[in-house]
């Protein structure tokens, strides 16, 4: 027990705030408190994580509780296992420590630093600590005293943080995200390989498309999100291991076609599930008679057949205030699209960096963009437009869903971009 040793350590605090540690800020999404408020090991009471940049040399504050028969002075070491490799290290010391006092709790005057770096690569770490003090007496008899063990979870992650990252807490990262980027990432360097292997973890995380929650803490709370809080989660995730990604926010244009004048449309549609659903979720979805368009052009006075069925659908509405959020990565002069919603691959676009203006443009069907991601991703359009005689209206508040037709299949499209 505690009570019954001379001397031990009690506590030792990695995010303790002095520069150039190259500790990175972990937050609980709880609590929305930093973990380094208080050290993360406390003895018999506390073991919360740390995390570093790769290939950083960490210090740590070290607290001691000694009672009685301890020197005044006396040399601090820790030894453990190699992270990397075997064979066992001294991790710390000898570091000389001079006690205030022969008993009582002493936290030691300054950050104690380790001998040598974490390993210089993105990964998860075990590391095990057996702490000693040695001093020799007046007599020249050397002696060696056990201050107990330590174990601590350490993370090394990619590279520096930015500071005002979306859906973060300035200068750090939710504990969760941190973890499973860094397990999902270890070993890897290239941006793209960082990002595609982020994707691919997502389903981990069991948290799921269609509800409601916009920012990342809040995501992490109720167990999933919309795309504005899916985007922010993988940019805190791609941050997390230095890579920088950028977000955009599709919108659809409510534009009258070109070629008939009576077609204005009124929102994307997505069918899939979205991630971690097994059908669409039933907060956000729209549950209707969709009137699919079979065949696309037509005139006001042509017949129109339609297939007519219940159908549950995402719609993202045209206009300002509603859209679809991305991200992309730039790298090795291709684009790439990141869509955490409903996508498990990037998808590779032969065009540049959409510009987050918000100034609206047209896609003819050819578009890269429509290509290779929108006739998939929203494979329908929903539109008011006037066919079989009657006008097919879209008010989604009154159930009136217009008349859908396959994106494809419509010759041009408005869309616009923010940020």
């Not at 040598?116 to 702490?131: M, T």
């Not at 907060?283 to 006075?301: A, E, I, K, M, Q």
């Not at 129109?304 to 090795?332: K, Q």
Request: contains cysteine; proline residues 9%; glycine residues 12%.
């Amino acid at each position: 027990m505690l009570n019954a040793e001379p001397l031990a350590v009690y506590s030792l605090h990695f995010d303790h705030g002095d520069t150039g540690n190259g500790a990175i800020p972990l937050w609980d999404p709880i609590t929305d408190a930093r973990l380094g408020a208080l050290p993360e090991w406390i003895r018999e009471h506390r073991a919360e994580p740390a995390a570093y940049v790769r290939g950083s040399r960490p210090s740590v504050r070290v607290d001691l509780l000694a009672h009685h028969f301890v020197p005044d002075t006396f040399e601090l070491s820790a030894f453990g296992p190699a992270l990397e490799g075997p064979g066992s290290l001294r991790w710390v010391g000898p570091h000389p420590v001079k006690l205030e006092r022969t008993a009582g709790w002493t936290p030691l005057p300054g950050p104690v630093a380790f001998n040598r770096p974490l390993p210089n690569r993105i990964g998860q770490h075990s590391l095990e600590l057996q702490w000693y003090a040695e001093w020799t007496d007046d007599r020249g008899a050397a002696h060696r005293l056990f201050l107990g063990g330590s174990r601590h979870e350490l993370h090394t992650t990619g590279a520096p943080m930015e500071h005002g990252l979306p859906g973060a807490p300035p200068a750090g990262a939710y504990l969760p995200i941190l973890r499973w980027s860094s397990r999902w990432c270890a070993g890897l360097e290239n941006r793209k390989d960082i990002c595609d292997a982020i994707l691919r973890g997502l389903p981990e995380t069991r948290l799921r498309y269609g509800l409601p929650a916009w920012t990342v803490r809040h995501m992490l709370l109720a167990g999933g999100g919309m795309c504005g809080g899916w985007t922010q989660l993988f940019q805190q995730a791609a941050n997390c291991q230095g890579v920088t990604v950028e977000g955009r926010t599709l919108h659809l244009v409510s534009t009258r076609d070109s070629g008939t004048g009576e077609v204005r449309w009124e929102g994307m549609l997505a069918a899939a599930p979205g991630l971690n659903q097994f059908e669409p979720s039933r907060l956000t979805r729209f549950l209707g008679r969709f009137h699919d368009c079979v065949r696309y052009p037509f005139s006001p006075n042509e017949p129109v057949e339609l297939l007519g069925r219940h159908e549950a659908r995402y719609c993202f509405l045209a206009g300002p205030d509603d859209g679809h959020s991305l991200n992309f990565l730039e790298e090795g002069g291709r684009l790439y699209l990141y869509d955490p919603s409903f996508r498990t691959e990037a998808v590779a676009l032969d065009m540049p960096l959409p510009e987050p203006d918000g100034q609206p443009m047209t896609l003819g069907p050819g578009a890269a963009f429509r290509r290779s991601y929108l006739h998939d991703a929203m494979p329908w359009l929903m539109g008011t437009l006037r066919a079989n005689g009657r006008l097919w209206e879209v008010d989604v508040m009154r159930g009136e869903f217009g008349i859908t037709v396959r994106t494809e299949q419509v010759p041009e499209l408005g869309i616009s971009w923010t940020r």
